[in-house]
């Protein structure tokens, strides 16, 4: 099982900002700070954008990979994953890939795969 704490959420809508901060072993406000700079402390709502956390993974190339299986992601990666109740609403949630678990805001702790009812859709791998 992963190590490391879980980052849960803080703010409104920040699973973006969780994301990476599970999938870097990072604390909530770094990777708020990767995110979004110093103009974060004054937000609200934490929606993020592909490039947004592209950039905060040190990926330049901010484009998502699609993928079928957990398997092809790579360590360190945020993944966009379809919960039950966002199909067909044109909403998705982040969470991050990490030692081979998915470190998703909405629970206690990292589930496997194999155990996580989110449908995978597509990733973004971290170059640090």
């Known amino acids: ?33 990767r995110i979004f700079g110093s103009a974060f402390r004054n937000k609200l709502a934490f929606s993020t954008k592909t490039k947004q956390i592209a950039i905060a993974l040190h990926n330049y190339a901010p484009k998502l990979i699609r993928v079928k299986s957990w398997d092809d ?41 194999h155990r996580y009812n989110c449908r995978l859709v597509s990733y973004l791998g971290s170059a640090s």
């Not at 803080?10 to 700070?33: E, K, T």
């Not at 609403?89 to 909405?106: A, F, K, P, S, Y």
């Open 73 to 113: 992601i790579p360590d360190r990666s945020v993944v966009k994953v379809l919960p039950l109740e966002c199909e067909g609403t044109g909403n998705w949630h982040w969470v991050g890939w990490r030692d081979g678990m998915v470190w998703d805001n909405n629970n206690a702790r990292p589930r496997s795969p």
């Open 1 to 33: 099982m992963g190590s490391g704490l879980m980052i849960r959420s803080l703010r409104r809508n920040d699973c973006g900002v969780c994301a990476v901060a599970n999938a870097l072993s990072c604390s909530w406000q770094i990777a708020a700070d």
